[in-house]
Structure formats: structure tokens, C-alpha cells
């Protein structure tokens, strides 16, 4: 079966500092791996998504991530992170195939704190 | 215009009592979820469904139960409210190709409903 972990419960870093997000997925095939992001009082938006082909993704806001499968980890990384990111980012792996397509498991949650 | 919206966004109710909250995306989406995020941000999948047809339905207890009009309502009712049922609910919908994968991977999210058992 499919899970997430995330090992950082709360990171906090200045304004224009360099943040990585750490995520370790548990998948027997290829997994779709994906980072969403939830501003307070707010669903989740996708922020990328790796389903195959080139190992580093780029998405909204500036960020990007890299799918490292001997390590099982996908990574999310901002090189400047500005106030607006402070948000919970969730860390997704899909199955890509049959059932487990069907939905996302999501891993706990990195608190992200910006601090002027 | 809101892509996915559910109401309410606030529900405080008692113990014991039966309530729905319902969600409509206005997407095109033919595939719908619900959420449940417990108080330590742990988000879980209830319920999917596709063309309003039952596709995923996680290990949860059958107070709960999603009804669907059409492809573009997920409505959740629960009855006999617990204490543990506390928690925000998200509404969810997608894509997808034939065979059952996500198109896009994509889910969006609606804005959360909370609901407070006291």
C-alpha cells in the first residue's frame, strides 16, 4: 500500500532564505508523487506533480521538486521564500495503476513559518 | 466564480443530531471526493465517486453517507453525530481519462467545511 512521510512537522525560515521540504513515499511501481499547499482557512492547491520523464519539476510560485527513487523522496525546494509561502504543504502519492489510481494518500503536513 | 464550493463553511452541532453538507463544482469534473482532515492536519479520502457512480469508499462508518445527484454534486450526511467526527471536510473533484487515472493528477479542493460536535 501506498504512504507519505513527512519527517518535518513545523520549519521555520527567514524571508529569501532557501527552503527544502522533505517527503518520503512507500510505493511498489512507479508512484505519481505530488506537493499541495494550503494557506490558513483554504483548500489545498497543486503546486506540482511528477508522473514520469525528467526527475526535476518545476511549479507554481517558484517552486520545484526532485523525484529521487533510490532514495523514495520528493523533495519540494523554493531557492527565495517570501512571506506569502508560510502555509501547510502536503506531500500526495497516487498509484499509477488500477485501484490505486483512484485517490491520493497524503502524508501529515509541513507547517511552513517565514519570518521577516 | 467558484470552482468548487461547499456549505456551510461553519457547522457547530450536538451530539446525537443528523447533518449534511453539500458541494457543487462547476468544472466539469466527473469524478468528486470527499476529505476528512482531523485536527492534526491529517488528511484522508472518505469517499469518491465517478459519474455519480461509487467508486472509493474508505473504512467509514456507515453514519456517513455521500450522496450524488449528478456528476457535478457530492453531498455528505451524516447521522448520529460523535464527538470524533469534529474535524473539517473537504470536497474535492477531478478529471479523469479513461481507465480510471487521474488526468492530471489534480484534485481542487473546495474551501473546507468545519464541523464542531459539542
Known amino acids: 500500500a501506498q504512504s507519505v512521510t513527512q519527517p518535518d512537522i513545523h520549519i521555520t525560515v527567514s524571508e529569501g532564505a532557501s527552503l527544502e521540504l522533505r517527503c518520503n513515499y512507500s510505493?511498489?511501481?512507479?508512484?505519481?508523487l505530488f506537493w499541495y499547499v494550503q494557506s490558513p482557512g483554504q483548500g489545498l492547491q497543486l503546486l506540482l506533480k511528477y508522473f514520469s520523464g525528467d526527475t526535476l519539476v518545476q511549479g507554481i510560485k517558484g517552486f520545484e521538486a526532485e523525484f529521487k527513487r533510490s532514495q523514495s523522496s520528493f523533495n519540494l525546494r523554493k531557492p527565495s521564500v517570501h512571506w506569502s509561502d508560510a502555509a501547510e504543504y502536503f506531500c500526495?502519492?497516487?498509484?499509477?495503476?488500477?485501484?490505486?489510481?483512484?485517490?491520493?494518500?497524503f502524508g501529515t503536513g509541513t507547517r511552513l513559518t517565514v519570518i521577516p | 466564480d467558484t470552482a468548487v464550493s461547499q456549505t456551510p463553511k461553519y457547522l457547530v452541532t450536538q451530539m446525537g443530531n443528523d447533518k449534511s453538507i453539500k458541494c457543487e463544482q462547476n468544472l466539469g469534473h466527473d469524478t468528486m471526493y470527499w476529505y476528512k482532515q482531523d485536527s492534526k492536519k491529517f488528511l484522508k479520502i472518505m469517499f469518491s465517486y465517478n459519474n455519480k457512480e461509487l467508486i472509493i469508499n474508505e473504512t467509514v462508518p456507515n453514519r456517513f453517507s455521500p450522496k450524488s445527484p449528478d456528476k457535478a454534486h457530492l453531498n455528505l450526511h451524516i447521522n448520529s453525530l460523535e464527538l470524533g467526527d469534529s474535524a473539517v471536510y473537504f470536497c474535492a473533484s477531478s478529471a479523469r481519462l479513461a481507465g480510471g487515472r487521474l488526468k492530471t493528477g489534480e484534485l481542487f479542493f473546495g474551501e473546507g467545511s468545519r464541523l464542531t460536535v459539542l
Open positions: 500526495a502519492v497516487a498509484g499509477s495503476n488500477g485501484a490505486g489510481a483512484n485517490n491520493l494518500f
Open positions: 510505493y511498489g511501481a512507479t508512484p505519481y
